[in-house]
């Protein structure tokens, strides 16, 4: 037997660890500051803070919770004052989220594992440079209003930086962004609340409007100015935020995808929330998806102005086209009305399915949406009229309904019948009510 020992084989050099640098730009963030370090914290290589002029307590609370804390004098610019945070960064990774921004604990450490993935693959790691993740706009109950994708996690590189002084956006091209739909940002700065307390649209405003005075003819400027019209909720502003949005609509492709998209939707949920004007509100649809093909919130709205017209056979088409897409999670575009409340959607395919006669999507939707909240008496109340009206047998909407219900729970039954019972139901009600146990 030999007595040498065998050679390691030579694997190369070890890959570079994940150190994480998390950066902001703040002033006068104290609701905010704890909470946008304390995500990053079991995770971050370094948190970075730049501040713009605060006069609360923002730096004292970041610099008690251990952050790197730098000063930079505002002039008006986000992407030069985002660019000097960079510049202070010592890690091989960047997460750029706002002081009103944040990953769940559940998030953060995914967002680790996706990192440790595109390092530890040669072709990834070579090839992506930035991840793309879901931005989800919340109210002030918590609730998504709209999903995004935002590129808020990228390498620290020289060709990594921010352009534009408003509205600000990451100079790389998007063939090096990978796609990271698992993980989600949640933005609270678009709430009343955040508005109100920051004086945050009057302050773009008076930005935007400085750059339009430079650039009179540039349709994102006018997109973005706008946004900060509607935001800023002055009955004042609506027909000059109106003119513009109309402006970057007869532009074309001029604008952005995401800026022609919100001129679109200005448009089109008015006049769905009011349910006025169907036919421009058809007729903006249908142009938006000659620009942007298969987007699913188009198709969506598409599809309501097509059942307030009557047309519900093509309608429950749409409808069932934007499903697929929301359970396949594929759509083409990016969905601020669907996927942030699915629920919305299938209300919309419940009252389509009873327009059509179609028992079965009745019953399929009605399930779904009492699933996940029992106490929708605007659901459960129509359901059980259908039913009858359908001349389902008493026995079977007692069985279709235990699908939904405890059946043990005195409380799900009094529920069912007192819903029954004001929908004129009496024979279902007393039924159920014999079901209770004394």
Known sequence: ?????????????????????????????????????????????????????????????AKKMGAKVFHFEWINDFAAAKNYAIEQATGNWIAFLDADEYFTPVDAKKLMVYLKNIQSDAIMRKNFLAINCKWSQVDDTGKPFAILDMERIFRNIPSARYHGKIHERLGLESENVARADEITIIHTGYTDTAYDDTGKAERNIELIRAELEVNPDDLNLKAYLADSLIVAKNADYITEAEALYRDVISGGRTAHIDLRKSSYLYFIEKYTNTGENVNECEMLCRKALVEEPGDMDYEYYLAIALTRKGENREAWELFKKVEAKLISDKSMGESRAVSARPDQLFGRMLLAAESLGDLESVVRYATMLLTADKTKLDILGPYIVTLLQNDVPEDDIIVLLGKIYDMDNANDLLLIARTAKDKGALDLARKILGMVKA
């Open 1 to 61: 037997m030999s007595g040498k020992k065998k050679k390691k084989k030579n694997a190369g050099p070890p890959l570079p660890m994940i150190r994480l640098s998390q950066c902001m730009i703040v002033k006068n963030e104290e609701k905010n500051i704890e909470r946008a370090l304390a995500w990053a914290k079991p995770i971050a290589y370094e948190q970075i803070v730049v501040d713009t002029g605060s006069t609360d307590r923002t730096v004292e609370i």
